[in-house]
Structures are given as C-alpha cells and as structure tokens.
C-alpha cells in the first residue's frame, strides 16, 4: 500500500524504546517495533535508580532504522516517554549526534538519566525541602528534586552541564540539533515546582532554597512544535516538524481512550490507572492531577509497582536456578510462569508486592500473608504477584471513584496487560467493569496522534 503522509510516533520507555508509524488519512498504525535499552547502569547512591543515556539512544536509533524506505513518507515526529527524571548534558552533546558515532568523548557530555525510579532523595531529605506553590506535590524520583540533592552532594554534575530535560526533551533537542531544553507542561509537572494554573516554575520558592534556576527549560503546552529534523535521518527526510516531548502516561491516555466514560490502565514498567477530568478534584492519598491536552487533566493512581516487580520476581527465581547449577533462558521462565496451572485460585496465599514503597507511602515495602505448608508454591507466587499489583491499584484509586466519574469501560494499554492473563482476569474481577486490551506500543501511537491532532493542517 501506498502511504502520503506518515507522523512517526517514538516512546522512550524505561524498559525499551518504542515506535509507531501513524497513517495520517486513517489516524491508524501501519507499523510498530519494541527495542529493550539494556541501559540500567550502577547507580551512584545506592539507592539511586540511574540508566545509560547512549544505550538509550542506540535503542532508539535502531527502532528507527528498522521500517527502511518507508520512512521517506514521515512529514512529523511526536515523541513522549519516562516522565520525573532527568537527565544534564552540554549544548555539545547535542551538536555531536549528528557529527560522529558515539564515543567515550560524547559521554563525557552528558550526565546518567536519573530516573522516576530513583529513590536517593529519601524522607529525611525531601523534609528539608520547600513546600512547592502548585497542586501537585515533589517526590522522590522528582527532577527537581534530584537537583535539589545533586546540588548538595554532587555540584560537579550541576557545574558540567548546562541544559537538562527528562530523556525526551533531549531526545527533541538531538533532532533539531538545538541546545536549548524545551519542555512541555506534561514534563515539567512531572518535576514538581511547577504551578500548571499559570504555566510557570515557582522561581520565588526556588531562588529562596538556592536552587539553579538558570537550569531550568522553558515551558511550552502540548502540541507546541518545537522545531524541524534537522539532517534526514534513516531515511526520514530534513525538516520534518518536531513535536515538543510529552508525558508517556497522557499518551498512552490519548492513544487508546475514546471516550470520556474510559479509564485507561496502562501496565508497563510501572502501573497506573487514569481518566480524563475537567478540573482538579479535592486530591486523596495516591490520585493526582497531572495536565493531559486542552486545559483538562489526568485523574492519576500512578503505582511505583508495575511490570518491574514481575521483572524483580523472575530474576530471583533465574538466580535460584542457576544457584541450584541448573539453567534456563530469562524468556523461558517467563513463558513457563505465564503458562502455569491455575489451581491457585483457591489459594489463601495473599501476596503484596510493594517492594519498591509507593510515593505516598515510601516506608512500606511488600509482604506475603497467610503462608501455609503447601502454599509456597511457583504457580501461588507468581499470580500471587500479578493479583497484587491490580490489588493495590484498586486501593489507590477504587472502582467507587470511577463509577462516580462515570466510567463505564476500562482500556488495558502497556506490553504487561497484553501478555499477561492473570492481570488481565485480575483488572476485570476487582473492577467489575467491561475490559477492552489495546496493541502494547500505545505511547507511541499517542504521541503521534497527538501531533496529527495538533496540526491537522499540515497533514491536508
Ligand atoms: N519475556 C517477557 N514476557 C512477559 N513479560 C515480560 C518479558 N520481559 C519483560 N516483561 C515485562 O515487561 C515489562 C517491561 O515492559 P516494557 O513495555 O518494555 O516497559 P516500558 O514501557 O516501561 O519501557 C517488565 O517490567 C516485565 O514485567
Ligand atoms: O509516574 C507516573 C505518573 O506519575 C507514570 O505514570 C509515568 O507515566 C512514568 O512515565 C512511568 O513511571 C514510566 O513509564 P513506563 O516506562 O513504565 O511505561
């Protein structure tokens, strides 16, 4: 088939890189490939959550490469992903994408991706902090925050760079080879100390607390373009239109929901469940309001305990097989754990798997309930685990609070749902509402949906 016009669509993920090729006549995907970064490093704390932004972006690189000729059609780029981290680079960094390969000299412009995963910034830390003007409070895994402590215990990172942005925004300055951070509001909500109602960063609060606020980038809405590609690039010819980056969680929201009587749980890396609301409701322990498109918002339950705790189950298991000298693949034993008998259902075993805290409550980790002397089994542990995680975000966001919003239908988005069974059984058994499983690459397709929608002129 012939395609006119094609938006590209790419999801920095914390777990891999995704793209999507949206058709801009049927607003339908013709094309979409997953790639893992592998760019989990050693942090520099230990209770840091860092990542390898070059692994990041040979990811990237080789998503983009794979749909060959057909990317001659791309006239834009929408890109989203990761949101809360951060990451510092020199405007060089920048300027050096497009003028060698990467090398260890690259590296040395720009700084690890602190992740929404890093936890460095404890309790006792965060206390010291200001109170930030905005509805929305600063956790730990918060840029801004992660710069309030770099600032403390690591300037040098601070003194090396001069921009920073969460992995998308760099990835939106690579690709206009312009220096210069620019952030949309999705983002830059996601950093704390920033008021949405009037779009700005609480510069006051933070020049008060010492803070660089000649770091920070500007801010722009969703749907601003940012600038143009500026070298073609696999095929992907010069000048097409660059979207400014946007939070993955909106756009695995604008991908899937088609209605405003959807809720969308989206299980990937982390958790959440989210609906479209058009103002900011008194908030609860566990729901926020993040900015979504158009001056309404996200009603969010963003869990901490997502895919990775199945990811941290299966590597425990893979360690006690080969500590017993026996072998399998990871993709083995995650093929056999999904495929166990189910006669656990019946199990008393109650499993909670908070092992990595919940940003409302960092102290408490994870705990097994009930453990029988026959209920210590593989099958029991594992569903145990995945019934946990839906569990728990029906604590965090209850089906009271959606009946009450009007939901009548939850979308299941993110690779986990797709290929997990007892998530998917479990998701319609606590919410008791109708369950309709989207394609796994959502964000993807949504920040190129996103861009179409934005510009419906150059699509014409
Ligand atoms: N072989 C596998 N089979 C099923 N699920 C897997 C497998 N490998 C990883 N996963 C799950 O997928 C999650 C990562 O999903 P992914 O869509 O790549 O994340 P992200 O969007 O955060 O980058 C892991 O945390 C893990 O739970
Ligand atoms: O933490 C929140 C919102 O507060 C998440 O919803 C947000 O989407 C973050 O980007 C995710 O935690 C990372 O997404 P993913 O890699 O798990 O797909």
Redesign the pocket.
Known sequence: MDFEKLILGI?I????V?VSLLDSCTSKSIYAK?V??ISKINPSHQKGDEQDVVKILKAMKQCIKSPGKMMEKVKAIGICG?MHGIVFWDEKFVHNFWDSEFTSKTDKFVSNLYTWQDARTDFQFLAKLPKPHSHLKAYSGYGCNTIFWLKENQPEILSNFNQCGTIQDLIVSILCNQGKSVMSTHNAASWGYFNVTDCSWNIDILTEANFPVHLLPSVVQPGINVGTLYETLYNIPKGAVVGVALG?LQCSVIATLTTMTDAVINI???AQVAFIAKEIETQCDGVEYFPYFENHFLAVAASLN???V??SF?RSVFSWVSALGLTIT??EL??RL?HLSPEENLTPLIVNPLIFGERHNPTTYGSLINVTNNNLTLSELFSGFCKGIINNLLKMMPREMLLKAGIQRIIGS???IN??HIIKTQIETCYNLPLSVTM?ED?AFGAALALLKNNPSLFN
């Open positions: 999801d993920g914390t777990s891999s995704k997953s893992p970064t990761q993955d990937s890396t982390s997502g895919g990775n199945l990811d299966v990871e993709d995650w093929n999904l993110g690779s986990v290929k997990n796994s964000s």
